[in-house]
């Protein structure tokens, strides 16, 4: 079965600061690895996903996330706050391209500084 | 092309009332998933519908139920309910995508409160 952890359920950065979401999983095969975005009641967007191509991953907004199996993570990094980054951000994990099924992490509320 | 859409989007039940959440997944995707997301937490699965049979089931109790009709639309049903099964109900389409791996798509979600 597989599982995923968010470290850190708050993340508070400056404008203009780097954004670091850091997420680790726990998978029996080779995963498929997910970063959504829920602003305010609002559903989930996909922010970009891992799927055993290039390890470094690039998404939406100017997210990227880079895939290091030695340490099971898939951290989500953007080099540049923006005010319209403040949301919360879910790590998820399938099993495979056949598996419907995702695994989301606690979730971490990102709010940024003026 | 219209994304996922779910109805209605807010609504308030009575403990021990039933209620019906319906849900169209983007033209061409053939399957349908249902989570539940509590306040404050990450979604859980509830379901998946892969060409109209149930292909999954979360750690959700029998009050829950769901089916997927021929046009790959979606119902997911909650009996008797608790006050606990307030949240957003999201859903979510996806078709297979081989070897790149299938996207999941969601929903707005359907916010249900039991008071």
């Known amino acids: 079965a597989q599982s995923v952890t968010q470290l850190g359920s708050h993340v508070s950065v400056s404008e203009g600061a780097l954004v670091l979401l850091r997420c680790n999983y726990s998978?029996?095969?080779?995963?498929?690895l997910f970063w959504y975005v829920q602003y305010p009641n609002q559903g989930l967007q996909l922010l970009l996903k891992?799927?055993?191509?290039?390890?470094l991953v690039k998404g939406i907004n100017g997210f990227e996330a880079e895939f290091k199996k030695s340490e099971t993570s898939f951290h989500l990094t953007k080099p540049s706050a923006h005010m319209s980054d403040a949301a919360e951000y879910f790590c998820?994990?399938?099993?495979?391209?056949?598996?419907?099924?995702?695994?989301f992490g606690a979730g971490t509320t990102v709010t940024v500084r003026a | 092309d219209a994304g996922v859409t779910q109805s209605p989007t807010h609504l308030i039940k009575t403990r021990g009332q039933h209620v019906t959440l319906r849900c169209s997944p983007i033209?061409?995707?053939?399957?349908v998933s249902w989570y539940q997301q509590v306040l404050g937490q990450g979604p859980q699965f509830i379901f998946q519908?892969?060409?109209?049979?149930?292909?999954g089931r979360g750690n959700f109790p029998d009050r829950f139920s769901a089916r997927q009709f021929p046009n790959y639309s979606s119902e997911l049903n909650v009996n008797a309910l608790l006050l606990g099964d307030s949240a957003l109900y999201l859903c979510?389409?996806?078709?297979?995508?081989?070897?790149?791996?299938?996207?999941?798509?969601f929903g707005e979600g359907s916010w249900l409160t039991v008071v």
């Open positions: 979510a389409s996806s078709s297979y995508a081989g070897d790149s791996g299938n996207t999941i798509y």
């Open positions: 998978s029996s095969v080779p995963p498929y």
């Open positions: 891992y799927t055993s191509a290039a390890t």
């Open positions: 998820a994990v399938s099993e495979g391209s056949n598996d419907y099924k995702l695994s």
């Open positions: 033209s061409g995707h053939k399957s």
């Open positions: 519908y892969y060409e109209k049979e149930e292909r």
